[in-house]
């Protein structure tokens, strides 16, 4: 799958619509009682990057972009405003914010992820574009700076092995991989000193 490791212009994401997707079926008995089954493991997001269009350069901007990765072709980089930090988006980024894994004294290699939950059935997403120079990992509660980051996978490798049972865990900012869910831009110029493109489809896809 062809990923380009560019982010979508911030000014316009942060205007946009969106979140997280799931694909669940609902089968109703005669008796009226409901049967559930989640088709997905993962959620994925979708947003509408067209509300944050608000000039004709922001339109030239989006036309660039879009011609850039083809349309549906080539995905890209998304900051989701609400949900680009391993805590909450006012949080200051702590390497203490999520557990990543439990050392074994032999493993050096650890995947990003966040928890979503209170503890009852809770989310683990894996996280694959965090944001480079934003990572931070302690060792048993330590900060630790011997380790290197795949900015392209979010795979954190230590220089050392943590010793069997030291909890590992890090704090980062990330972003979405998305690809336009469209091939084809509808732009409005009704206005005479700006315009607007209504829908502007973005969904995250396994990058």
Known sequence: MSFDDVRFPTSISRGSSGGPERRTEIVVTG????ERNSRWAQSRRRYNAGFG???LDDIHLVVAFFEERRGRLHGFRWKDHLD???GAPAAAVTPLDQAIGTGDGATRSFQLVKRYGSGLRDYLRTITKPVGGSVRIAVGGQAVTGFTLDALTGLVTLAT???AGAPVTAGFCF???V???TD???????QFAGGDIPDIPIVEIRA
């Open 179 to 181: 690809r336009f869910d």
């Open 84 to 86: 680009f930090k391993s």
């Open 161 to 163: 092995a943590p010793a």
């Open 184 to 190: 084809e831009l509808r732009i409005n110029l009704a």
């Open 31 to 34: 008796s009226g009682a409901e």
């Open 175 to 177: 972003d979405v991989p």
């Open 53 to 55: 269009v608000k000039s």
